[in-house]
Every structure is written in C-alpha cells, then in structure tokens.
C-alpha cells in the first residue's frame, strides 16, 4: 500500500483546482514506475509525505539545510541514506521490513508555476516532473556529477513518456 500525506502550508496552491488530490494521483502513479515496484507488494506500506509551500516557506527551509539564501522548486528529504543506497541498492537498503518511510517532498508554488510559463509547459506536467525527480531523489538519484544527472534525466524521460508528458529537458 502506497501512504501519501499531503499538506499544503500555503492558500496559493487552491489557485490549482484539486491540487491536493492530482499529487496524490501523481505520486501513486510513480512510485510503481521507479526501481521501489521491486519492494512493493501487497503487504508492503510505503509513505511519502508531500509539503505545498509557498516561495517564503521554501526559502527559510533552503536556508536552513542547505545554506542556500533563495526559494527553488522543489527540496526531497529521504528517509534513506543516499550512500548506502548506492552502495547496497535499494531493495537492500529498505531492509526486510514490510514499511518504508521514504522521506519528504516539498514543492513551492510560485516557482512551480513561474518556471512552467516561462518554459511554455503546462503546470500539471511540470509538477509531475518535479514529483518524479523528487521521488528518483528519494530512492538515492542524484545529478551531482554528469554521469549521474544523464543517468536520473534519462530515466525522467523514459518515465514521463509513459505518461506522455513531453521531455522537460528539451527546449520547446
């Protein structure tokens, strides 16, 4: 059973019609299509909580755990430690348990909605992208040197294709 905990800390998200439950959808939708379908089954609780923030709440969040002074997107808060994720693989590091704590997303609004005008994307798509990186964050991606950002990206690509949501790292 895949557990999704949705809170939305600021009202600009209600701009979004039914905001709350197309995360909630979108998430269900992903996690199988990640390397965790390998862990799911039907006796296997997975939870992810997702935070709906605005660019102030994002900002201060930004500043305190990464020193970085600015709002951005989207922060992925894993439960698991990304090291031993690459070094044993997932499966492995999720353990025998039949609960997964996978972490925390947290996605702001105003730069959600302002990256997907000004790169001509619809926003729904956009913030799906957003989730899935968030996820693949989660589950020990990252795109700290070149192999591993083309290594996540392709697997973005490949992802969303299957939700036929065109690839977000083209320009349009």
Same mark, same amino acid.
């Given at each position: 059973?895949?557990?999704?905990?949705?809170?939305?800390?600021?009202?600009?998200?209600?701009?979004?019609?039914?905001?709350?439950?197309?995360?909630?959808?979108?998430?269900?939708? #992903?996690?199988?299509?990640?390397?965790?379908?390998?862990?799911?089954? /039907?006796?296997?609780?997975?939870?992810?909580?997702?935070?709906?923030?605005?660019?102030?709440?994002? /900002?201060?969040?930004?500043?305190?755990?990464?020193?970085?002074?600015? $709002?951005?997107?989207?922060?992925?808060?894993? $439960?698991?430690?990304?090291?031993?994720?690459?070094?044993? &693989?997932?499966?492995? $590091?999720? &353990?025998?348990?039949?609960?997964? #704590?996978? &972490?925390?997303?947290?996605?702001?609004?105003?730069?959600?909605?302002?990256?997907?005008?000004?790169?001509?994307?619809?926003?729904?798509?956009?913030?799906?992208?957003? =989730?899935?990186?968030? =996820?693949?964050?989660? =589950? &020990?991606?990252?795109?700290?040197?070149?192999?591993? $950002?083309?290594?996540?990206?392709?697997?973005?690509?490949?992802?969303?294709?299957?939700?036929?949501?065109?690839?977000?790292?083209?320009?349009?």
């Amino acid at each position: 059973m895949i557990n999704i905990d949705i809170v939305t800390k600021s009202k600009k998200w209600q701009e979004e019609k039914s905001v709350e439950k197309f995360v909630e959808k979108t998430c269900k939708i #992903l996690i199988p299509l990640t390397e965790l379908k390998k862990i799911l089954s /039907k006796s296997f609780e997975l939870e992810l909580t997702v935070l709906l923030v605005c660019d102030l709440q994002i /900002k201060k969040i930004n500043n305190q755990f990464r020193q970085k002074n600015k $709002a951005t997107n989207v922060l992925s808060f894993p $439960a698991l430690e990304e090291n031993l994720i690459r070094k044993i &693989g997932l499966k492995k $590091a999720a &353990g025998s348990s039949k609960y997964l #704590l996978l &972490g925390d997303i947290i996605i702001s609004y105003e730069t959600v909605k302002k990256e997907s005008l000004a790169q001509k994307k619809r926003f729904r798509d956009h913030l799906t992208h957003l =989730i899935l990186h968030s =996820i693949l964050h989660l =589950i &020990g991606y990252d795109h700290e040197d070149e192999k591993m $950002a083309n290594e996540m990206e392709a697997l973005e690509v490949k992802i969303l294709k299957k939700l036929k949501i065109p690839n977000p790292y083209q320009p349009i």
